[in-house]
């Protein structure tokens, strides 16, 4: 069975998650200069006020997305359920003898998978990041104890190593992500997306093997830019919105 060519379920739901990311991504950016005021040597995810406040952030995207594919399941089974379940295979042939071309891009059924999918990857794997991030945190933490400057380490060995580890943190739920974007491509049969898909692996995995941090200056802080952190976070956001974009503008009924 279908449902109407200008309904939008799919899409929509991304956009309002990514748009939710976009939210907390810049509540978190505002966090890091107005709760951790003063300069330090040490990561900021050490900084325990801006710790607890970035996870509560965190765990409010959370609840929000969650709400969202919760309430997006449920009107995707109200228009389900306006066709009793035996009579929805008639239903889908008399739509595929009359509409043609006007049909929707994907049947209710392919909608209803990727939409579980894509709450699995969206509540999911931000659950699996936030228990990583705690995992990583304690590993750096125990890392700037054990690699203090009286042993000899210098600032510079220290950032190698950081940087070198951060991609790990990301690793994950980037994996997550591409993986949703490569089933909707399979679904689809859209080549763009699988392409898509692999092009921003590879320029992940090249910033996590080859590219150094970068230092830069802003309101008198000096932060340290992490490649691996800039791709993730810009996938995870502008991207997923441009995606549902795509999805919206390119496919009837997605």
Same mark, same amino acid.
Request: with cysteine; glycine share 4%.
């Given at each position: 069975m279908y449902i109407s060519e200008r309904k939008h379920i799919l899409s929509n739901a991304i956009m309002m998650a990514a748009i939710a990311k976009i939210f907390t991504?810049?509540?978190?950016? !505002?966090?890091?200069?107005?709760?951790?005021?003063?300069?330090?040597?040490? @990561?900021?995810?050490?900084?325990?006020?801006?710790?607890? %406040?970035?996870?509560?952030?965190?765990?409010?995207?959370?609840?929000?997305?969650?709400?969202?594919?919760?309430? %997006?399941?449920?009107?995707?089974?109200?228009?389900?359920?306006?066709?009793?379940?035996?009579?929805?295979?008639?239903?889908?042939?008399?739509?595929?003898?009359?509409? !043609?071309?006007?049909?929707?891009?994907?049947?209710?059924?392919?909608?209803?998978?990727?939409?579980?999918?894509? %709450?699995?990857?969206?509540?999911?794997?931000?659950?699996?990041?936030?228990?990583?991030? &705690?995992?990583?945190?304690?590993? &750096?933490?125990?890392?700037?104890?054990?690699?203090? @400057?009286?042993d000899g380490l210098s600032d510079g060995a220290f950032v190698m190593l950081y940087n070198m580890t951060h991609g790990f943190k990301y690793l994950e739920i980037l994996s997550a992500i591409l993986l949703g974007v490569v089933m909707t491509g399979i679904f689809l049969n859209d080549h763009f997306l699988k392409m898509a898909s692999l092009v921003i692996l590879v320029i992940f995995l090249i910033s996590f093997g080859a590219l150094q941090m970068q230092t830069v200056y802003l309101m008198g802080r000096e932060i340290g830019i992490v490649w691996t952190s800039i791709i993730y976070h810009v996938t995870e956001t502008f991207g997923l919105f441009l995606l549902s974009l795509y999805l919206s503008k390119n496919y009837r009924g997605l």
């Open positions: 991504a810049l509540c978190e950016g !505002g966090l890091r200069f107005f709760v951790k005021k003063n300069s330090s040597l040490s @990561p900021d995810m050490l900084d325990i006020k801006l710790w607890h %406040t970035q996870l509560a952030v965190s765990s409010f995207q959370i609840f929000i997305t969650a709400l969202i594919f919760l309430l %997006t399941y449920k009107k995707l089974n109200h228009y389900i359920n306006l066709v009793e379940k035996d009579d929805r295979k008639n239903m889908e042939n008399l739509q595929q003898e009359y509409l !043609g071309n006007k049909l929707s891009s994907l049947s209710v059924s392919s909608i209803n998978r990727l939409l579980q999918l894509w %709450t699995v990857i969206f509540v999911g794997a931000d659950l699996i990041y936030i228990f990583t991030s &705690i995992m990583y945190r304690r590993f &750096i933490g125990i890392l700037m104890d054990a690699l203090s @400057p009286g």
